[in-house]
């Protein structure tokens, strides 16, 4: 069975530095994955995703994520965090077809000033 | 461009009282899947259609219910309320399975409170 584990619930950062959410998953095949952003009482928003071909792969935002298949990880990365970033972010996994995408316990992230 | 809608968007019931929720998808989707997702946690997903076929099925209660008619619009039964139950419900479209869209698409979600 697919799965996911964010192990950060809760992350902190200043306005400007740098950002990385850690994401790993677990699925015996080529795992289609997603990180998706939700701000308080609001939808998920697809950041960006990877089904296949370069393991760096690009979102909106001015997020990238990086799929490391020896180490099942798919960690969310920022160069310089901004204030309006503050929300939670979900790494999700699905195995295709019609079936489900599972979603992680989602990270926290706080920025200040 | 249209998105997911998803209707009422807030709903109060009591316990053991019934709620529907409904969904419309994005036009020309055939994929519609329901989440829950409790205050603090992250979205559980309760089940599946394709084409008004069940196409997988999660941690759907046996009090819950739902299926999708053949404008592809869905909707989700739920008898006997509980506390519990009270959530944010969620409901994504997709073409063919989300692997041939890119992505699940989500509505702004249904609030169930259950008083």
């Known amino acids: 069975a697919q799965s996911v584990t964010q192990p950060d619930i809760h992350i902190t950062v200043s306005e400007g530095a740098s950002l990385e959410l850690r994401c790993n998953y677990s699925y015996g095949a080529t795992p289609y994955l997603f990180w998706y952003v939700q701000s308080p009482g609001q939808g998920l928003q697809l950041l960006l995703k990877?089904?296949?071909?370069?393991?760096l792969v690009q979102g909106i935002k001015g997020f990238e994520a990086e799929f490391k298949r020896s180490q099942s990880s798919f960690n969310l990365r920022k160069p310089s965090v901004h204030w309006s970033d503050a929300a939670e972010y979900f790494c999700a996994v699905g195995s295709g077809g019609y079936q489900k995408v599972t979603f992680g316990t989602g990270t926290k992230l706080q920025v200040i000033p | 461009a249209a998105g997911v809608i998803q209707s009422p968007r807030h709903l109060i019931k009591e316990k053991r009282e019934t709620a529907t929720l409904k969904c419309y998808p994005i036009p020309r989707h055939d994929t519609v899947y329901w989440y829950q997702q409790g205050p603090g946690q992250d979205p559980q997903f309760l089940i599946s259609f394709y084409e008004k076929m069940q196409s997988d099925k999660g941690s759907i209660p046996d009090r819950f219910s739902a299926q999708q008619f053949s404008d592809y619009h869905s909707e989700l039964n739920m008898s006997s309320l509980e506390l519990g139950d009270s959530a944010l419900y969620f409901c994504a479209s997709s073409l063919g399975g989300f692997a041939n869209t890119g992505e699940l698409f989500f509505g702004e979600g249904s609030r169930l409170t259950v008083l």
């Open positions: 990877y089904f296949s071909g370069d393991t």
